[in-house]
């Protein structure tokens, strides 16, 4: 893909906007006791989350955070090539 740095600086914005809404979905659940049911809306779709789905949203939120490392790294250098000696 051509090294396009505007593209990439927006998905790294929604990436960081996803990570958010996880990051509050976590602390609604944990400021609300641990209640067993609720509702997630995300904008694009709404979901009832149950307490034993957090582990599957806890690895979604660790997804998250590797491709924003990723992507800052793309935003930061792009193009940037590896050169290695032939010794």
Partial sequence: MVCDRAFWLDRLAT????????????????????????DLD??????????????????????????ISALIVKTSGCGVSRVRGTW
């Fill in 42 to 67: 995300t904008g694009q779709t709404r979901q009832k989350v149950r307490r034993a789905d957090l582990s599957k949203w806890r690895l979604l939120a660790e997804k998250l955070e590797s491709q």
């Fill in 15 to 38: 990436k960081k906007e996803q990570l958010a809404l996880l990051d509050e979905m976590f602390l609604h659940f944990a400021a609300n006791g641990g209640a067993e049911e609720y």
